[in-house]
DNA sequence: GTACAACTTCAAGTCGACTTTAAGTCAAGG
DNA sequence: CCTTGACTTAAAGTCGACTTGAAGTTGTAC
């Protein structure tokens, strides 16, 4: 258990091997010690690896997973770092909620409201409205492939 | 008012020229007609892109925007379109919204509940709960830049 | 005649989080 | 010795929705 290889690593902690690569590239897991050109990691990897996957589930970045990581004073608590970032985090969350909000009144009320025969019809109604303007963006269609 | 220059149109519906012309690249809009191999736009034009651009308030991708005007037989009136396209999305915003929510609450959780000193502390305890294969993917930051 | 602004095209760049590909290394088994 | 499988690296590709850049054309003003 205290030398693994990369594979078990990975399939310990759902991740694909590229994906940890990938982590240790951008500096968000340290280098791993090799034996003979390989990567050999110990349970503290793979604790590292259960932070961050836990992160990722909270909607954090790998930029601000790293400033978990490296981004305060050594002696600062994990739980200090947690609050730190989950508050900004959820201020985020908040904001995307709204957003998603507004999407599915303004949908609704297409949905009841609009008895155009053509597109074009529909396209002077709004553009007479004048509130198409903003460009708030979606959020994306969420739940990513999981290995 | 009957012709207008590609930056005339991007001005009254809020949008970069080269965001006009790759649509219309990309099938969105009908290849405009040419004064001198310049583009010229009437009020129809503005319109569709009056469209697009609620339509993307909405949540929908590009894509699915082509799907509305290009998707159905021609005789299919506009409100029918809206409401098919509108009752996917409207699930999608939901699960979206419930994938938010749980980040959410995994969040606050964590924010109460943990006490860790380190991180290496934190990651065991995560890794033994085994609630951090899953990995839901965060939609995105919002709020795109609006020209 | 030439400067200028506004347009044109096509190709390439951007963002984040990876994956994929090509080419190579290594230890074990037959 | 040779194959096999798991690993290695660096570079390039992916997705969506654009933007940016380079190089060229057009019409108008001085």
Redesign the pocket.
């Known amino acids: 258990m205290a030398e693994m290889?990369?594979?078990?690593v990975?399939r310990q902690v759902g991740?694909?091997?590229?994906?940890?690569?990938?982590?240790?590239?951008i500096g968000l897991l340290p280098p791993?010690q090799?034996s003979?050109?390989?990567?050999r990691y110990d349970t503290t990897a793979v604790y590292r690896l259960a932070v961050?996957q836990r992160a990722?589930q909270l909607g954090?970045?790998?930029?601000?997973i790293r400033q978990l990581f490296l981004g305060f004073r050594p002696v600062t608590p994990a739980s200090e770092r947690w609050r730190k970032l989950s508050q900004k985090k959820l201020a985020e969350l908040d904001a995307m909620m709204d957003g998603i909000k507004s999407m599915r009144r303004l949908l609704r009320k297409m949905m009841q409201r609009c008895h155009c025969e053509t597109m074009d019809q529909c396209g002077r109604g709004i553009f007479r409205s004048g509130a198409f303007t903003v460009?708030p963006?979606?959020p994306e269609t969420s739940l990513?492939?999981n290995?």
């Open positions: 290889t990369i594979s078990a990975a991740l694909q091997t590229s994906a940890i690569r990938y982590y240790e590239q791993a090799r003979s050109g390989q990567r961050i990722r954090f970045t790998l930029e601000e460009t963006k979606l990513r492939r290995r």
